[in-house]
């Protein structure tokens, strides 16, 4: 007999989440995050930047979360549109999960040239970031800085937590577990 899964993540169900995964090394986890998301019923779209492509396909992504995932702004398999604008208008919080140095600091300084940088910066959405990156990164001046300039604009971050990280070292810089990014997009969920 089949049976519907019951959810594990209350107060999801229905609402919309735009998963944002960039280029870090912790980009297979989000597989595991979208999926979460996916079975607790949130309605879910990934955008993935061009780097996170090359750690992690899109075809995972649509199969986990049921949605094509657009390709870039521009060139093959750009979406019809503005689609920034449509996917900054779609959810009620975006989630990037993995967040990297390299797009920490995009949005830090106000860049939009790819497609979830723009939704960033269009979205009127609470933005959450789990940050993922070896400790040398994430304890980098540049780093810190972006990451002070960001909260002090309302951005919420989970994580990074200390660990095992994927280049060897133990540090500050592995990705938040599954259980705290779901815990506090649940939490920002649940703000009034
Ligand atoms: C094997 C490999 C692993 C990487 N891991 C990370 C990582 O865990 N965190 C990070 O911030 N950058 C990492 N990078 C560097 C980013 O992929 C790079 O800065 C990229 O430009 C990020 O692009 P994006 O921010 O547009 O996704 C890694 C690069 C390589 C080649």
């Given at each position: 007999m089949r049976e519907r899964i019951k959810s594990s993540e209350p107060g999801l169900s229905g609402v919309p989440i735009l998963l944002g995964v960039t280029g870090s090394i912790a980009a297979y986890k989000a597989a595991e995050l979208a999926?979460?998301?996916?079975?607790?019923?949130?309605e879910?779209?990934?955008?993935l930047t061009a780097a996170a492509r090359e750690f992690i396909t899109p075809l995972t992504f649509e199969t986990l979360t049921g949605h094509p995932v657009p390709g870039g702004m521009f060139g093959p398999g750009r979406s019809?549109?503005?689609a920034h604008i449509t996917l900054a208008d779609f959810?009620?919080?975006v989630v990037i999960a993995p967040v990297s140095a390299d797009f920490i600091g995009k949005l830090a300084g106000g860049l939009a040239d790819d497609l979830l940088s723009?939704?960033?910066m269009a979205t009127r959405a609470p933005v959450l970031l789990a940050p993922g990156?070896?400790?040398g990164m994430w304890e980098s001046p540049a780093v810190e800085e972006n990451v002070r300039r960001l909260r002090k604009r309302g951005v919420e971050f989970v994580g990074p937590e200390s660990g095992y990280l994927a280049c060897g070292y133990e540090g500050a810089g592995r990705l938040a577990s599954l259980e705290a990014i779901l815990e506090a997009i649940t939490a920002l969920l649940s703000r009034p």
């Open positions: 999926s979460r998301l996916s079975q607790a019923g949130a879910v779209r990934a955008v019809r549109g503005t959810p009620r919080l723009a939704v960033v990156m070896n400790s």
